[in-house]
């Protein structure tokens, strides 16, 4: 199992940015999935969460200009960030618990994506 996660950049305070984690393999059920963000010599925080039947929640820093969704036919997690501010920069990281199968078998996992830098300029 893998999340790919795309979709960072470089954008001006106030503008728009879409991320995108798409998860592949051998997967059963995608659970919770969520975005994750760091700045260097910090601690990972949560951006965003969505569980498997659309309920979300947000860090209060980013509530009324971050939305979250998925699309479960594509194994894919959306944040969809307006309004951007500097301090919005950073490596943004998708999560997902993820019940796959292998070997005759199925387990439950959390699985992280690659990082997709986000760079918010004043």
């Known amino acids: 199992v893998q999340l790919q996660a795309s979709g960072g950049g470089l954008v001006q305070a106030g503008g728009s940015l879409r991320l995108s984690c798409a998860a592949s393999?051998?997967?059963?059920?995608?659970?919770?999935m969520g975005w994750y963000r760091q700045d260097p010599g910090k601690q990972r925080e949560l951006v965003a969460g969505?569980?498997?039947?659309?309920?979300?929640n947000y860090a209060d820093t980013v509530k009324g200009r971050f939305t979250i969704s998925r699309d479960n036919a594509k194994n894919t997690v959306y944040l969809q960030m307006n309004s951007l501010k500097p301090e919005d920069t950073a490596v943004y990281f998708c999560?997902?618990?993820?019940?796959?199968?292998?070997?005759?078998?199925?387990?439950?996992?959390?699985?992280w994506g690659q990082g997709t830098l986000v760079t918010v300029s004043s």
């Open positions: 969505i569980n498997s039947a659309g309920s979300t």
């Open positions: 393999g051998s997967i059963s059920r995608i659970n919770g």
């Open positions: 999560n997902a618990a993820i019940t796959y199968y292998s070997n005759q078998y199925y387990y439950t996992a959390n699985f």
